[in-house]
């Protein structure tokens, strides 16, 4: 099938690169501009710009798609389908009823649940089991058109948003695949999303970093997985900052944010406690919980406390 396929991050990348080892024409590639990154702002393109062009895949970054010179180009391109996997900009409607298979999206939820920027990091927020991806037709809502295929997989129970995000785009691959198939076959069968049962996974921010060892446990733990790689949960140790990248859940008791124990670094929440097993000081690089509280040489847990 001729395909234009849209895409932007590393989440995106796995489903390209099914679409060329299916054997599918890919006519060209739209993503995002190359932006600064670093500490000398070099231009960096985005890994799916790196991936077409490993394939010899004309590349195309507008900056807009309003104007009228992105259809234009898709005129040229001829595409029977485009394939929207985290693109980053929303499609006029011009362009969502141009190509005769239509627009398909690869989103990662179980829609209608978790429409919206962050699906991954809030399904394990809110301490979700199970999460997947879900294909649908794009229409001018947000996330709101015609379903056409989902997958699930569990969420494990110390899974960081991280991993979750690579296995989703694995699944992601594998799903769109499927589309492609039964778009070829005639045999795609489309499902209206229920309204009334959607969620909208707001955009991640760095206010939201500090943790309140009041809440329980699990609570804590979810918001240290969630919050994996980034903007990361955080917490004040004895007035400094400092970035929680993984905690398990445990048994213990005291006021919350009392340090328990120091091997294992356990500290007390509202309800039960969490061990921290990974943790960054300011200004220094991520370091197991061990050898933090190594370098601090202290014995008694007491002279410890998170606020």
């Not at 996997?85 to 239509?102: M, R, S, T």
Request: proline share 6%; charged share 25%; glycine share 8%.
């Amino acid at each position: 099938m001729r395909i234009v396929f849209m895409g932007t991050p590393d989440f995106a990348v796995p489903c390209l690169t099914a679409l060329i080892e299916d054997g599918n024409e890919i006519v060209g590639v739209f993503t995002q501009p190359d932006k600064p990154k670093g500490r000398g702002y070099t231009m960096t393109p985005p890994p799916v710009k790196v991936t077409a062009l490993e394939n010899n895949i004309e590349v195309y970054q507008p900056a807009t798609l309003k104007d009228g010179k992105a259809l234009e180009i898709l005129k040229e391109l001829a595409p029977e389908m485009i394939v929207v996997v985290a693109y980053g900009k929303i499609l006029p409607k011009e362009i969502l009823d141009f190509p005769q298979y239509g627009c398909v999206n690869v989103h990662a939820s179980l829609l209608p649940e978790y429409r919206g920027a962050a699906p991954i990091q809030w399904a394990v927020l809110d301490g979700k089991t199970k999460t997947g991806v879900t294909a649908m037709y794009m229409d001018v809502g947000l996330d709101t058109g015609d379903m056409l295929m989902k997958s699930e997989l569990e969420i494990g129970e110390n899974e960081t948003a991280d991993e979750l995000h690579d296995r989703l785009s694995e699944l992601g691959a594998k799903l769109i695949v499927e589309v492609i198939h039964a778009a070829k076959a005639g045999t795609l069968t489309r499902e209206k999303q229920d309204d009334s049962q959607s969620c909208y996974a707001k955009m991640l921010t760095k206010e939201m970093s500090k943790i309140d060892f009041g809440k329980s446990a699990q609570e804590v733990h979810n918001k240290v997985r969630g919050l994996n790689s980034w903007p990361s949960a955080a917490a004040e140790l004895n007035g400094k900052r400092i970035k929680i990248h993984r905690t398990v859940i445990t048994e213990g008791k005291g006021e919350p944010g009392e340090v328990l124990s120091l091997s294992p670094f356990v500290v007390a929440c509202g309800k039960g406690a969490v061990e921290i097993t990974e943790l960054q000081p300011e200004g220094k690089k991520k370091m197991p919980a061990k050898a933090f509280i190594n370098g601090l040489h202290l014995t008694d847990p007491k002279e410890l406390k998170f606020s």
